[in-house]
Nanobody
Framework: QVQLVESGGGLVQAGGSLRLSCAAS????????MAWFRQAPGKEREFVAR????????LYADSVKGRFTISRDNAKNTVYLQMNSLKPEDTAVYYC????????????????????WGQGTQVTVSS
């Protein structure tokens, strides 16, 4: 069982930056692939980025590539999402998620592959 708590959301102007954090507890953090998803009002929850257990394999959605950076610190049981050059279309509730699936069996880009979710943190980008 893994508990995930996100923080760092807020209101920012277009072009600004925010850093989200997700603190994990309850199980061995390095056993899990970690990801960030987001959900805008009236839309499906969508994949943003994911990082492998060791932190060396990273994948981004095309919409955030070059602007967002995902990282993890296994010693601190925390995953981060650095968001730069924010756009109004980045406005959403951002969720971190943890997956215990074997690396060879999953793409780790869909909601169903993740076992645990945080409560979400709101990010609002004004134009």
């Amino acid at each position: 069982q893994v508990q995930l708590v996100e923080s760092g959301g807020g209101l920012v102007q277009a072009g600004g930056s925010l850093r989200l954090s997700c603190a994990a507890s309850g199980s061995t953090f390095s056993n899990y692939v970690m990801a960030w998803f987001r959900q805008a009002p009236g839309k499906e929850r969508e994949f943003v980025a994911r990082v492998s257990r060791s932190g060396n394999i990273i994948l981004y959605a095309d919409s955030v590539k070059g602007r967002f950076t995902i990282s993890r610190d296994n010693a601190k049981n925390t995953v981060y999402l650095q968001m730069n050059s924010l756009k109004p279309e980045d406005t959403a509730v951002y969720y971190c998620a943890a997956s215990g699936a074997p690396s060879s069996s999953s793409s780790f880009q869909t909601k169903s592959e993740y076992d645990y979710w945080g409560q979400g943190t709101q990010v609002t980008v004004s134009s």
